[in-house]
């Protein structure tokens, strides 16, 4: 029997992050569209308790029923879904954070670079024709001192 050749598809180490990076944005997309469904659901659940059940009839903060209340501080909660979603991923999601690192990166090398050139100039290497001549010690040596003293 002929045995079929697996080809291994090659992806791009870019063309992968790319894919990874749309598939994390459908994934928050996904769960803030699932989070909103299930607040229509639950609001129209606390009223219809309040409502059909007469359940915290006389609990009324503010003059403002106890369902009213609820239903708000979680319309709050799916805002800053919307809000980490669209705006806060928008600035500062992966474009964002891989350009921190280059930043970064970029004034790491420039602090490596300007120290490299410090020790150019504060240490400098003797050329190819030049012998190496050590630095002078500022205290010379006693040749009539004991080792190991």
Do not use: C
């Not at 915290?56 to 029923?65: A, L, S, T």
């Amino acid at each position: 029997m002929p045995t079929k050749k697996h080809s291994s598809s090659k992806i791009d180490p870019e063309q992968r992050e790319l894919i990874e990076r749309a598939q994390e944005r459908a994934r928050q997309k996904r769960r803030l569209y699932q989070h909103f469904i299930v607040f229509l659901i639950g609001s129209v659940v606390l009223i219809l308790v309040n409502v059909l059940f007469n359940i915290g009839q006389d609990i009324r903060p503010f003059g403002i029923d106890w369902f009213v209340w609820a239903i708000i501080f979680w319309f709050l909660i799916v805002l800053i879904h919307v809000f980490n979603v669209f705006v806060t991923n928008r600035f500062f999601g992966k474009d964002w954070e891989n350009r921190q690192v280059e930043k970064l990166v970029a004034r790491q090398r420039e602090k490596i670079e300007e120290l490299q050139r410090k020790v150019e100039r504060d240490h400098p290497l003797p050329k190819k024709d030049e012998p190496y001549i050590p630095p002078v010690k500022n205290k010379p040596i006693d040749p009539n001192a004991k080792f190991n003293s």
